[in-house]
């Protein structure tokens, strides 16, 4: 039995999902634009590559999502979407299954700055060398920790983003 801690107090929930307990899966952010997936041929190979180099068996086509993706983005003049891709199943650190899932998030973005090109941006070199060359450090996997303390580090700092230097 999974809970969760509410304002209402403790509630039971379902059971996360592998990429959740361990970060086993990977993610591809894109953006919309008119109602179109800005490099969504790119994001796609990446997408492929990711689950090869992670061993995870995708349950359909990238590009069988690319078209539902597609077809969630036409109302959008600009948007943010998230393709998530983790392994199912249960288990410890051990996999018992090489199938993955997908998730789909597409949510509208503010209009007031254009993309790519924005206002200048001010940056921070985060003091902590945490990136190393692994098969998979090249595809952005579900463990995310070093890049959310980078950006928390940026706000405090306040700046817009940080340089992560690599090891």
Same mark, same amino acid.
């Given at each position: 039995?999974?809970?969760?801690?509410?304002?209402?107090?403790?509630q039971?929930?379902s059971?996360p999902? %592998?990429g959740?307990l361990?970060?086993d899966?990977?993610f591809?952010?894109?953006h919309i634009v008119?109602g %179109?997936v *800005?490099?969504?041929a790119?994001?796609?190979?990446?997408?492929r590559?990711?689950a090869?180099a992670?061993?995870?068996?995708? +349950?359909a +086509?990238?590009?069988?999502?690319m078209?539902? *993706?597609?077809?969630l983005a036409g109302?959008? +003049?600009?948007?943010?979407a998230?393709? *998530?891709?983790q %392994?199912?199943?249960?288990g410890p650190?051990?996999? =018992?299954?090489?199938l993955?899932?997908?998730s789909?998030?597409?949510?509208p *973005? +503010?209009t007031e700055s254009?993309?790519?090109?924005?206002k200048?941006?001010r940056?921070?070199?985060?003091?902590?060398?945490f990136? =190393?060359h692994?098969?998979w450090?090249?595809?952005? =996997?579900?463990?995310?920790?070093?890049?959310v303390?980078?950006?928390h580090?940026?706000q405090q700092q306040?700046?817009?983003?940080?340089?992560l230097?690599?090891v």
């Open positions: 039995m999974w809970l969760q801690l509410t304002p209402a107090g403790w039971e929930r059971a999902q %592998r959740e361990f970060g899966g990977v591809e952010t894109l008119n %179109r *800005l490099w969504a790119e994001h796609a190979r990446r997408l590559q990711a090869q992670l061993q995870l068996e995708l +349950p +086509p990238v590009e069988a999502v078209e539902t *993706l597609a077809q109302p959008f +003049p600009r948007a943010r998230k393709i *998530l891709l %392994r199912t199943g249960e650190y051990t996999p =018992t299954t090489a993955a899932s997908y789909l998030y597409v949510g *973005l +503010p254009p993309f790519p090109l924005g200048p941006q940056l921070v070199r985060y003091p902590v060398q990136l =190393t692994t098969p450090s090249a595809y952005k =996997t579900l463990s995310a920790l070093g890049y303390q980078a950006a580090y940026a306040r700046c817009d983003d940080a340089l230097l690599s």
